[in-house]
Every structure is written in C-alpha cells, then in structure tokens.
C-alpha cells in the first residue's frame, strides 16, 4: 500500500506558474514510474506527465511549459507548470505504479483564470 500526499495547486493567472508536489509514504524504487494526471469537468483523466528511471514523458498539449522531476531519496515527484492557460484547469492527481498497482493521490485544483 502507497499513500501519496499533494501539495501545490490554486488559482493563477494565464501565463502564470504553479508547482505540485507529492510525497510517497514509503519507499519506491527510481524504476517506479511516478506521475501526474489531471481531470477537467466533464471530462476523462489525462496523462500530464511521467518518469521512470530518469527518462519522462509528457503530454503533447503541456511540452514545453511543464517540467516534471523527482527526489527519490524523498520518494516524491514535483510538477513545475509554466506559461499555464485556462485549458490546463483540472484536478490534477498524483499517481505511482510499484509493481504494475496504480495509486492515486487525493487531487488538488488547479484553477487557471484571470
């Protein structure tokens, strides 16, 4: 069992920055790929961005304003969001996958809007 606590998230303006954290309750290996996702209303949750053992991969719609990292001596994953946009408005949920299992954090609001 993993449980993940956020951080970060709340209103900004178009252009403006944010960054989420998340830690992990235990241990995870670097190989774990750790992540982000993100829900808007009415909509189904999206893969915002992963990494894996060094090696990340982001969502088309958010190259080059995200930049995702983790501290795996910290067990946890950080999100910086740049140049945001009101389409970026979502719950945006931490995620980790040890052994194949998916687990999620609580979500935090990201609200984009001026």
């Known amino acids: 069992q993993v449980q993940l606590v956020e951080s970060g998230g709340g209103l900004v303006q178009p252009g403006g920055s944010l960054r989420l954290s998340c830690a992990a309750s235990?241990?995870?290996?670097?190989?774990?790929?750790m992540g982000w996702y993100r829900q808007a209303p009415g909509k189904e949750r999206e893969l915002v961005a992963t990494?894996?053992?060094?090696?990340?991969n982001y969502a088309d719609s958010v190259k080059g304003r995200f930049t995702i990292s983790r501290d795996n001596a910290k067990n946890s994953v950080a999100l910086q969001m740049n140049s945001l946009k009101p389409e970026d408005t979502a719950v945006y949920y931490c995620n980790v996958q040890p052994w194949g299992i998916h687990y999620w954090g609580q979500g935090t609001q990201v609200t984009v809007s001026s």
């Open positions: 235990r241990s995870l290996s670097s190989m774990t790929p």
């Open positions: 990494i894996s053992g060094g090696s990340a």
